[in-house]
């Protein structure tokens, strides 16, 4: 089973940054995609970014040229920063892990970390 834990959510003002940190229980390579998803409230949750094991990333078109999904392999941390924050990122941003060899236990997540863009 893979463990994820988020970090790095808090309050901060529109036009701020803020820097999200997923630290993983296992080696990176070992995961076909990390993510992340955001939840607003009374909304569904959302693919923010995703990062495949070969390095292909992808992005939802409300944060693209903002956000930024990097890893570091030797932390097996993956992180997202994000830059030019508007009220709209105001979510629980979850961290994904998705192994496609488990099938219908493919999919990990972690706690969630909130995020409060508001002036």
């Known amino acids: 089973q893979v463990q994820l834990v988020e970090s790095g959510g808090g309050l901060v003002q529109p036009g701020g940054s803020l820097r999200l940190s997923c630290a993983v229980s296992e080696s990176i390579f070992s995961i076909d995609v990390m993510g992340w998803y955001r939840q607003a409230p009374g909304k569904q949750r959302d693919m923010v970014a995703t990062?495949?094991?070969?390095?292909?990333?992808n992005y939802a078109d409300s944060v693209k040229g903002r956000f930024t999904i990097s890893r570091d392999i030797a932390k097996n941390t993956v992180y997202l920063q994000m830059n030019s924050l508007i009220p709209e990122d105001t979510a629980v941003y979850y961290c994904?892990?998705?192994?496609?060899?488990?099938?219908?236990?493919?999919?990990?997540w972690g706690q969630g970390t909130q995020v409060t863009v508001s002036s």
């Open positions: 990062l495949g094991v070969g390095g292909t990333r």
């Open positions: 994904n892990a998705y192994i496609f060899r488990l099938g219908p236990r493919a999919d990990h």
